[in-house]
């Protein structure tokens, strides 16, 4: 089992900027990749960015909408691993619950428990 603890978010204005971060623990030996998706409401939960890997292996993925303004990065300790989510220039649009997840090798995702980004002036 893994667990996912996130914390972050919070309310800022267009063209502000948060970090959320989603520390993992338990069998963390097990994960391969983490991310985070998002979801507004009335929409489908989005892949916002994803990490695969440890070290020098590590390959990072963004959504189209988030490119060049969000930046995730991961960092792995003994017994934690920490994934965070930078986030620049927010948009109205990226107003949305944001959800870490973590894939094990074997394709079992664990989901943390969502933190809030608001966007608005």
């Known amino acids: 089992q893994v667990q996912l603890v996130e914390s972050g978010g919070g309310s800022v204005q267009p063209g502000g900027s948060l970090r959320l971060s989603c520390a993992a623990s338990?069998?963390?030996?097990?994960?391969?990749?983490m991310g985070w998706y998002r979801q507004a409401p009335g929409k489908e939960r989005e892949l916002v960015a994803t990490?695969?890997?440890?070290?020098?292996?590590?390959?990072?993925?963004?959504a189209d909408s988030v490119k060049g303004r969000f930046t995730i990065a991961r960092v792995n300790a003994l017994n934690t691993v920490t994934v965070n989510l930078q986030m620049n220039s927010l948009k109205p649009e990226d107003m949305a619950v944001y959800y870490c997840y973590a894939a094990s090798i074997s394709a079992v995702r664990y989901w943390g428990q969502g933190t809030q980004v608001t966007v608005s002036s």
């Open positions: 990490i695969s890997g440890g070290g020098i292996s590590v390959i990072p993925t963004y």
């Open positions: 338990g069998s963390i030996f097990s994960i391969n990749a």
